[in-house]
């Protein structure tokens, strides 16, 4: 069975540039998550979708980002325009949504986002 | 809120030598508690989780972790580390109870292992 899928793995764009991650969870995982890692800190938060809505996007840094999830199948993480604090790793994750027990998270190798 | 800590953002060990990586957790309620590895150019890999089942959990690559609750604590260990050990290791709590479960990560252990 494939995993999370990302794309690109690595991105290097301008400050003001626009740019549009993808991932793709595993299939049947209605559930997808999109966190952000800056050098050195915390893996944080950024969204959650179930399905093609958005549960929780409490964790998004402001209004250049934008999640979509086409379908509830993949989603993309459009960010514009680009700034230097957007620069890190991005990492997606999906699961199952298991009505009980624990709904263990599997995470997709990250997109690494440098802004110049 | 839930929080992980761990201690030491860098941990060097000798290859065979005993690996001791840890995490307290805050919690108001006992949490799920994960260890994820990340190796060098790849994504996060899920190692170990504690669910209530037992205390002492054992992960892929001999890894395994005791939770206690008494320290509020989740440290990882490994008997005899061995050179492809070396990588970023993640401690991560989330809520129990059906539906979302909100998952919040430590700040991750680079565990370098000197041959």
């Known amino acids: 069975e494939a995993g999370v899928t990302q794309f690109p793995s690595h991105s290097v764009i301008e400050k003001g540039q626009t740019v549009t991650l993808r991932c793709d969870p595993i299939?049947?995982?209605?559930?997808l998550y999109w966190y952000r890692r800056v050098m050195g800190k915390e893996i944080k938060f950024l969204l959650h979708?179930?399905?093609?809505?958005?549960?929780?996007e409490s964790g998004m840094p402001n209004n250049r980002f934008l999640a979509e999830r086409t379908g509830g199948t993949y989603s993309t993480l459009k960010v514009q325009p680009a700034e230097l604090e957007d620069s890190g790793v991005y990492f997606c994750?999906?699961?199952?949504?298991?009505?009980?027990?624990?709904?263990?998270?599997?995470f997709g190798p990250g997109t690494r986002l440098t802004v110049l | 809120a839930q929080s992980v800590t761990q201690l030491g953002s860098h941990v060097s060990v000798s290859e065979g030598a005993l690996v001791l990586l840890r995490c307290n957790y805050s919690?108001?309620?006992?949490?799920?508690l994960f260890w994820y590895v990340q190796y060098p150019n790849q994504g996060l890999q899920l190692l170990l989780k504690?669910?209530?089942?037992?205390?002492l959990v054992k992960g892929i690559n001999g890894f395994e972790a005791e939770f206690k609750k008494s320290e509020t604590s989740f440290h990882l260990t490994k008997p005899s580390a061995h050179m492809s050990d070396a990588a970023e290791y993640f401690c991560?709590?989330?809520?129990?109870?059906?539906?979302?479960?909100?998952?919040?990560f430590g700040t991750g252990t680079k565990l370098q292992v000197i041959p």
């Open positions: 919690s108001s309620v006992p949490p799920y």
């Open positions: 299939s049947g995982h209605d559930n």
């Open positions: 991560a709590v989330s809520n129990r109870g059906g539906g979302y479960q909100k998952v919040t």
């Open positions: 979708f179930v399905k093609e809505s958005k549960q929780d």
């Open positions: 994750a999906s699961s199952q949504g298991l009505a009980g027990g624990v709904d263990t998270q599997y």
């Open positions: 504690y669910t209530s089942a037992a205390t």
